[in-house]
């Protein structure tokens, strides 16, 4: 019955993800996480990659990304891919490479992006609530099935409600971080 680290376990597998997610979401600065998960269409059609697995992207300082294919030959499947992303960048493309140009954000779309930054974060959010949910049922069900005492109830409530509390303080210390980095200029 270690409902506790079972709950931090699960809620660090959340946050895990709300991290991963944010990334993809657009700041005024080139990150290659940006691109890192895009998925290409390769050899014809036959084959399904993200971006990471079939080249190497660096930043070429605050404003651009650089592309270098590990085969040459996937360099226009590359380049169809990141038009077709919700991204709206525009490649270029230099003999092998493919250089991203990532252009400063607007006030509205900046807006926009905090906008879906928060609800994805609220999504999370009520992903960790139903967890506390659940084990706050399974404690009372062991009560009720007088398995566990009162004091050991209350107990593992209160660990639960204050790991809760931690938890939600970290998710909205990554919130603020990715509402600062989208509001930088």
Known sequence: MDFLSEFKQKSQKIIDSIKEDLKTIRTGRANPSLVENLIVETYGGT?????????????????????IPFDPSVT???????LKSPLGLSPSIQGTKIILRIPPLSSEQR???IK?????????????RSLRDDLRRNIKNLFEKKEITEDIKYRFEKEIDNQN????????FIKEKKENEIREL
Do not use: C, F, H, V
Request: proline share 2%; no cysteine.
């Open 116 to 128: 879906l930054a928060r609800e994805k974060i609220e999504e999370r959010k009520n992903q960790i």
């Open 47 to 67: 084959t399904k990659l993200k971006l990471m697995e079939l080249s190497t992207i660096t930043t070429e300082g605050p404003t651009s990304l650089l592309i």
């Open 111 to 113: 807006e926009k992006y």
């Open 165 to 172: 509390s931690i938890i939600m303080k970290e998710i909205d």
């Open 76 to 82: 226009q499947d590359i380049e169809k891919a990141i």
